[in-house]
């Protein structure tokens, strides 16, 4: 069980589908990490156990009824919480939301739910993702040598690297970049940050830093 936070959402995907592992196994996996570790690095402004749990049994059921909704079925993965989703609060890590629970998801949400994958909650950021480090409505996420770091998304999902913390809370995450934080938190943490073309991954649903040069990641 302690190798599944190690492996890539593909593997993930891969495993699941061949029946090697469950969605169930997956997900209790990471919600146990979390549990275990995010009281430390503090990751998650949401963590969404219940529903995800609830969602990684369902998954199971259609995968043994041979319904598979695509390749990522039954593998959690965490947002930013400036990604809307439906009937979970999106806060933008700022006080003034703090109570908003969108009544749609972002179109990233959505067609990443389309392909199967499951929330597992909604990562920390800096209010309104105005700066690089964790929110200022919550705490600083810590990155993984205890310091205040990036935001929640490399603290998340860290890679085992010598002389280095990790800490496999998610196996992916997705948010978005306006200057190059993507690489500057990846790089903190030993990870790999994307950073798409403008325009090629929706926005919609997202919260705006700047709309000209935001870039969803």
């Not at 963590?47 to 390749?71: H, I, N, T, W, Y």
């Not at 800096?126 to 990036?150: K, L, M, V």
């Not at 950073?195 to 935001?214: C, E, F, I």
Request: a positive charge; aromatic letters at 4%; one cysteine or more.
């Amino acid at each position: 069980m302690a190798d599944l936070v190690w492996t890539s959402m593909a593997d993930l995907g891969r495993m699941i589908a061949t029946k090697e592992v469950s969605p169930v196994e997956v997900v209790r996996a990471h919600l146990d990490r979390i549990a275990t570790l995010d009281a430390g690095l503090r990751a998650f402004i949401t963590v969404c156990a219940d529903a995800a749990l609830q969602a990684a049994r369902a998954a199971e059921a259609d995968l043994m009824a041979g319904k598979v909704a695509g390749p990522l079925h039954g593998v959690p993965w965490a947002p930013k919480d400036l990604c809307s989703t439906k009937g979970v609060r999106t806060t933008g890590g700022s006080k003034i939301l703090a109570d908003s629970v969108p009544a749609r998801d972002a179109t990233v949400v959505a067609r990443l739910a389309g392909a199967g994958a499951i929330v597992l909650g909604k990562l920390n950021m800096h209010e309104f993702a105005y700066g690089p480090r964790g929110s200022t409505r919550t705490a600083a996420t810590r990155g993984i040598r205890g310091t205040r770091a990036s935001i929640a998304s490399p603290a998340a999902r860290p890679r085992v690297r010598a002389r280095r913390s990790a800490a496999g809370l998610a196996p992916g995450s997705l948010g978005s970049d306006t200057g190059a934080r993507s690489a500057f938190r990846a790089s903190l943490c030993g990870i790999t940050g994307l950073k798409p073309t403008y325009g090629r991954v929706s926005r919609a649903g997202v919260l705006p830093l700047a709309w000209s040069m935001d870039v969803g990641r």
